[in-house]
């Protein structure tokens, strides 16, 4: 059985992530608690909350989860979990993240209403990423929210698939063990389960 | 490209789903859990779940219907009614909902509206406006504001307590506020189209729709898959949602769907 831990960083709905990593095989147990981490095989920030609240989370317990990346453990980001995966942020002032992709969370622009909410289609840029198997280009998944991560030109390489919404901006991203989605996989219909799924076969492999 | 959302809408009532006319005369219209994976399966974009009497009855909402419910959805779902304070959003984000709708509370003590946009995130505080048309002569008055109507002109007065007292209070005006405040959605319900399947308010829509720059939901009013086409086309709505047309088995979710993709309506299919 597949052990992931769902750090319950914020506040917010942590049942539909639950139910979807159990639907796709995996063993989930969410905490607060840095110290589960020694039990897992993989981690994931779930996708609810503001950044200013995690943020503070992570400052305690950056450490850790970087050496568990380092020793090759999986992580999913999700949404703001995501964004809490890169450098900094600009949401609610200016906020660390854990600086594992280089680049910054900014706001949507405004020539389109923010928050960006519904199912939006994804772009494909890479039909390696373990997180797309089987995954259509096109296929549409759900978005909420108002910032996104804008990735360094370094991180060329870490963008999986993108998606249009008043800018082009990252919404699957990868690098070594590590996997984020900008949209919710848990609240993404079957398309998204697939996605849990393949994640959970990732670690598997 | 960004989709229009089909929302299906259960109004649930001690436990079961209603459906009334104008916010009344409730019918039974089934389970919850069953109508809420029901639509799932026909390929419904979100769920709303609204606990119609707990703001009037000054009591919570079902906590464990709510857990049940979010169990068997792998879409958004959001829940209202009753909504008071930031202990009973977390408390309804914990059992399983993405989102909350506030209307009543949200009248009352609009700084709920900031508050939980700062502690939650603005994506998931939805303020729920109940809205009845009021006619008036004068084409102008100081704190209303007044449009004019093919016979006439009217504001939009709010409600709150599920429709059942007026508050004279302008809705524009209160849709602006509670945008500034930090809705990140609005669900939009009027007292003079809902249960009459005669199409959606979509002047008042329109109207919204170039006032704030949030997404809308339109509600009240479906009665045929033209009207869910305007209230997305002429309207500028965002999503809609809609409950007796599916309650009562007269279209599926993806029927209306087929419908506005031929009509060049962006929705996933």
């Known amino acids: 059985m597949v052990r992931v831990v769902v750090f319950d960083y914020a506040v917010g709905n942590l049942r539909s992530i639950k139910n979807g990593l159990e639907r796709s095989g995996a063993e989930v147990l969410i905490t607060s608690e840095i110290a589960e981490i020694k039990k897992a095989d993989a981690i994931v920030f779930p996708g609810v909350g503001a950044f200013p609240e995690a943020a503070k989370w992570l400052s305690s317990t950056a450490d850790p989860i970087k050496s568990f990346i380092a020793s090759g453990g999986a992580l999913l980001g999700i949404c703001l979990g995501m964004q809490l995966l890169l450098t900094m942020s600009t949401e609610g002032g200016l906020y660390k993240g854990l600086d594992y992709f280089k680049g910054l969370v900014v706001r949507l622009p405004s020539n389109v209403k923010i928050p960006h909410i519904g199912w939006n289609t994804i772009k494909i840029r890479d039909y390696g990423c373990p997180l797309l198997e089987d995954i259509s280009d096109g296929s549409l998944l759900y978005f909420v929210h108002s910032y996104y991560a804008k990735m360094s030109d370094v991180e060329v390489g870490s963008i999986d698939a993108e998606t249009l919404y008043g800018v082009v901006f990252p919404s699957v991203i990868s690098k070594g063990s590590v996997f984020a989605t900008q949209f919710h996989p848990e609240r993404s219909g079957e398309i998204g389960l697939k996605i849990l799924k393949n994640f959970i076969q990732y670690i598997r492999r | ?269």
């Open chain 2, 1 to 269: 490209m960004l989709t229009k959302r089909i929302i299906p809408c259960l109004d649930v009532k001690q436990g079961r789903v209603v459906k009334g006319i104008g916010f009344k005369e409730l019918k039974d219209a089934g389970d919850p859990v069953e109508l809420a994976l029901k639509y799932y399966e026909q390929g419904a974009d979100e769920l709303v779940f609204l606990d119609i009497t707990a703001s009037y009855e000054g009591r919570g909402i079902l906590v464990s219907l709510v857990e049940r419910i979010a169990d068997v959805l792998y879409i958004p779902f959001t829940v209202g009614g009753g909504i008071r304070s930031i202990d009973d959003i977390r408390r309804i984000l914990r059992a399983g909902a993405d989102k909350v709708s506030i209307n009543t509370a949200a009248v009352q003590n609009p700084s709920l509206i900031k508050e939980a946009s700062e502690i939650f995130g603005s994506q998931c505080i939805v303020v729920s406006i109940d809205v009845k048309r009021v006619y008036t002569d004068e084409e102008q008055s100081t704190d209303k504001t007044v449009v004019k109507m093919e016979n006439g002109y009217c504001w939009w007065d709010v409600y709150i307590y599920g429709g059942k007292q007026s508050i004279n209070m302008d809705a524009l005006k209160w849709a602006e506020r509670a945008v500034k405040l930090g809705a990140g959605e609005l669900l939009v319900s009027s007292l003079d189209f809902d249960g009459t399947k005669q199409g959606y308010d979509l002047i008042l829509l329109k109207e919204l729709s170039r006032r704030v720059s949030v997404p809308i939901i339109a509600s009240s009013g479906a009665g045929d898959l033209d009207h869910i086409l305007k209230a997305l086309t002429i309207g500028g709505a965002d999503a809609a949602l809609a409950a007796s047309i599916f309650h009562y088995g007269q279209y599926t979710v993806g029927e209306v769907k087929q419908y506005l993709a031929k009509h060049g309506v962006p929705v996933r299919l």
